[in-house]
């Protein structure tokens, strides 16, 4: 258990369906990511998330869309995805560190893997 | 952007063997840490080591920045010790976490 949780562990999502990926969690960070991890990839940024303000946007495509209503909740909401969006996808939260995020420690959920058919 | 090469790719272990994992990367760090993905996903922290070494129990990390890699070193390798083994550095306040592509430890009994 490392303190961040995500929620669904899977989903199986058609192309034409709307779902979301929840990440919640319990260590009072501020905060919170988004990772792609495909198969034989190395992991992918998609979206960081520092006192609920989004501060990086890895050129994601719009069918992505995050939400961070507090910092300790961080959503993927998914539409219309494609087969290769098939994935693990990650949650990590970490402590901003004397106003920036370079020397902070990231701490991962367990993951979402979807499967889109 | 930074680039982030690990190696070997794989590596087999019997059980009680030691192994060393290596971590270039092609700019300065401000940040670098090591983490262990067991087979079920779960991304573990396992060292925050921008410089100097650290041990935790079977485990060590030595980072040399001015010459940029890093080493991981398993002793007395585990079945448990399985699964991928990643590098990630950072360059700047706001930049990205770059990922290596891994190292997959496989520990036979």
Redesign the interface.
């Known amino acids: 258990e490392?303190g961040v949780t995500q929620t669904p562990r899977h989903l199986v999502m058609g192309m034409t369906n709307k779902k979301s990926l929840k990440c919640e969690q319990h260590l009072g960070h501020n905060a919170m990511y988004w990772y792609k991890?495909s198969a034989k990839?190395?992991?992918e940024?998609m979206f960081?998330y520092s006192l609920e303000e989004r501060?990086?946007n890895?050129s994601v495509p719009s069918r992505f869309s995050p939400e961070c209503p507090n910092s300790s909740h961080l959503f993927l909401h998914l539409h219309t995805l494609q087969p290769e969006d098939s994935a693990?996808y990650?949650c990590?939260s970490s402590q901003e560190v004397g106003g920036?995020?370079?020397?902070?420690?990231?701490?991962?959920?367990?993951?979402t893997?979807l499967s889109v058919l | 952007g930074i680039q982030v090469e690990q190696s070997p790719p794989d590596l087999i272990l019997q059980e009680g063997a030691n192994s060393t994992l290596r971590c270039n990367f092609s700019d300065s760090v401000n940040n670098l840490q090591w983490f262990h993905q067991n087979p079920w996903g779960q991304l573990i922290n396992l060292f925050y080591i921008p410089s100097g070494t650290k041990q935790n129990g079977r485990l060590s990390a030595t980072t040399v920045a001015t010459e940029r890699y890093s080493l991981l070193y398993i002793s007395s390798s585990q079945t448990t010790d399985s699964g991928v083994y990643f590098c990630a550095v950072k360059t700047d306040s706001w930049g990205k976490f770059q990922f290596g592509a891994g190292t997959q430890v496989v520990v036979t009994p």
Do not use: C, H, S
């Open positions: 490392t991890q990839k190395p992991l940024l960081v501060v990086e890895n693990l990650l990590a920036a995020l370079a020397k902070n420690i990231q701490y991962f959920g367990a993951g893997r």
